[in-house]
């Protein structure tokens, strides 16, 4: 059904394409029929006229309009004022491109040119795993090139949801079209791993562009900024929002029963220290995260949640040189995310004092607000245990780019699921 959907999309967009695939084609053939349709997108930096980065696009609807990630025009999305937008076809053809819209979730904009550029490609769902898909695009600055690779399907347990394909995506190739067989774009070059392991972002997400700009006839979005911004908290709150509807696992952590693993995408490690005879104290700790990184501009990534929980006891230490020699180096916690002052305030703290089933903790959640993404904050907390003289309970977690009052919620019900079982 979800095929059927994007197909009927697709040929409601796409069916000026001149060329017509009537049998699977080889790679030779879709090299030589779309190379009028793909791109490199070129940043450069005004004062020098040298190139930034680069990337590639490929036309979609009609011959103006290129898809491509969304990082490969970043710099120039963040500082139109140093950086220029540029496209170079095969052939030395290049011009000027704007920014009509974008899904900065799933790494994706939509560019229009100064004129008209070749023939649109058509979109098409993911074909069964193990068919040959060719991904194409402008490698190292080498010139347009194709790249044979096989469909290993979508990514379920990963929050992106890209599409795995065995081959090998390099640099200069992301944004540009990965195709079936039949010659239709079925996702988006956007990053690899090495190894012949590659990422895809689905086609689909590429179509819910699409189809926002054709219901407001191509004219870009008024405010870029707010649309991100709009777009970032809202996938922080659909994220959110689905673990507060899940059933947790749980795990043992020293006395407590606490929340371990909160969703399928979602990995816990122990983190306990090696046991050595001349540390007075035992440490059990347990670490946890979704690895979620949402791309903003170099450096500066979003969507990461994660949490620790650490168990410290001691049978030898007096409860002053417990609290001050060890408690205290686990409570202090590091800023989450790398957001520099340009990019957020400065943290604003508040501590006060809580039960958690019936012990006493001390509470202290931290919070800094960014800049230009307004509604997107980071988020640090520690949560304590206080009372005990050779026992002790430290909750940590930490959000990168959320919305706050979400990100509130899933602490409270992360607390009131953590149960003293002693």
Same mark, same amino acid.
């Given at each position: 059904m979800h095929k059927i959907i994007i197909w009927t999309i697709s040929a409601l967009l796409t069916l000026s394409h001149s060329t017509a695939f009537a049998e699977e084609s080889t790679s030779t $053939?879709?090299?030589? @029929?779309?190379?009028?349709?793909?791109?490199?997108?070129r940043v450069a930096n005004k004062q020098t006229g040298n190139k930034s980065s680069i990337g590639s696009g490929f036309i979609v609807i009609q011959g103006d309009i290129l898809a491509t990630n969304y990082h490969v025009v970043s710099s120039y999305v963040n500082d139109p004022?140093?950086?220029?937008?540029?496209?170079?076809?095969? @052939? =030395?053809? +290049?011009? %000027?491109? *704007?920014?009509? $819209?974008? $899904?900065?979730?799933?790494?994706?904009?939509? &560019?229009?040119? $100064? /004129? /008209?550029l070749g023939p649109p490609l058509n979109i098409a769902g993911l074909p069964e795993k193990g068919a040959k898909l060719f991904s194409l695009g402008n490698p190292m600055d080498l010139g347009f090139s194709i790249v044979e690779s096989v469909n290993n399907g979508i990514m379920e347990n990963s929050e992106e949801k890209n599409i795995l394909v065995s081959g090998s995506l390099n640099p200069g190739?992301?944004?540009?079209?990965?195709?079936?067989?039949?010659?239709?774009?079925? =996702?988006?070059?956007?990053?690899?791993?090495?190894?012949?392991?590659?990422?895809?972002?689905?086609?689909?997400?590429?179509? /819910?562009? &699409? +189809?926002r700009l054709q219901a407001r006839n191509f004219t870009p979005v008024e405010d870029i900024f707010q649309t991100m911004s709009a777009q970032l908290t809202e996938n922080a709150q659909m994220q959110i929002d689905r673990l507060l509807n899940q059933?947790? *696992?749980?795990?043992?952590?020293?006395?407590?029963?606490v929340p371990s693993q909160l969703y399928?995408?979602?990995? #816990?490690? !122990?983190?306990?220290?090696?046991?050595?005879?001349?540390?007075?104290?035992?440490?059990? %700790?347990?670490?946890?995260?979704?690895?979620?990184?949402?791309?903003? @501009?170099?450096n500066l990534e979003v969507g990461g949640i994660a949490y620790e929980y650490h168990w410290i006891d001691t049978e030898k230490l007096i409860p002053q040189r417990f609290y001050y020699s060890a408690y205290e180096v686990l409570n202090d916690s590091v800023p989450p995310g790398n957001a520099g002052k340009e990019d957020v305030t400065n943290f604003a703290c508040h501590?006060?004092?809580? /039960?958690?089933? !019936?012990?006493?903790?001390?509470?202290?959640? #931290?919070?800094?607000d960014y800049l230009a993404y307004a509604g997107l904050s980071d988020v640090l907390s520690t949560i304590a245990m206080v009372g005990h003289p050779k026992e002790g309970f430290i909750f940590n977690m930490d959000f990168v780019g959320t919305d706050f009052n979400s990100a509130m919620d899933l602490l409270q019900k992360m607390l009131e699921k953590i149960t003293w079982t002693e």
């Open positions: $053939d879709i090299y030589s @029929d779309t190379q009028q349709s793909v791109y490199q997108i004022e140093m950086y220029s937008l540029d496209y170079l076809g095969k @052939d =030395g053809n +290049e011009g %000027s491109l *704007k920014i009509l $819209d974008l $899904d900065i979730t799933h790494d994706l904009a939509v &560019l229009q040119a $100064d /004129k /008209k190739m992301s944004g540009g079209p990965t195709l079936n067989q039949d010659g239709e774009v079925v =996702g988006i070059n956007v990053a690899t791993s090495g190894n012949e392991i590659s990422f895809l972002v689905s086609a689909e997400y590429l179509v /819910k562009i &699409l +189809e059933r947790w *696992k749980t795990t043992q952590t020293g006395k407590f029963e399928k995408t979602y990995r #816990c490690w !122990d983190a306990s220290p090696s046991f050595r005879k001349e540390i007075l104290y035992k440490l059990t %700790s347990t670490s946890c995260s979704n690895q979620y990184n949402i791309y903003l @501009d170099n501590t006060k004092f809580i /039960k958690i089933s !019936d012990n006493e903790f001390k509470a202290t959640i #931290c919070r800094r």
